[in-house]
């Protein structure tokens, strides 16, 4: 089992908030490299496979987990698809926000 880090590129964007650059990150592979490492690692050995993103943190925004979600579960179909490896599990990284400023809002919970 084993997981990789991806980083999509570009602006990580929520309606009209950039949540954060995760072009300007060094960590995690871009597309292109999930699937070319996904495909070596399945010649390799590898049986299961997992997904990590961590675009962006100690958000307090309800939609940061939903549209990560969305980002990672629609790269997991495409590497599935093109590879045809086992993706067991996906994490959704980042952190949950408390509200630092009077205006800012817990998340919601439930």
Known sequence: MISCRYNPGGLFQISNDIMDNPGDAKYGMTTDQMFEAFQILKEKGAKEFGIHAFLASNTV????YPMLAKVLFELAVRLKKETGV???????SGGIGIPYRPEQRPMISG
């Open 61 to 64: 925004t309800n939609a940061y």
């Open 86 to 92: 086992h993706i067991g599990f996906i994490n959704l």
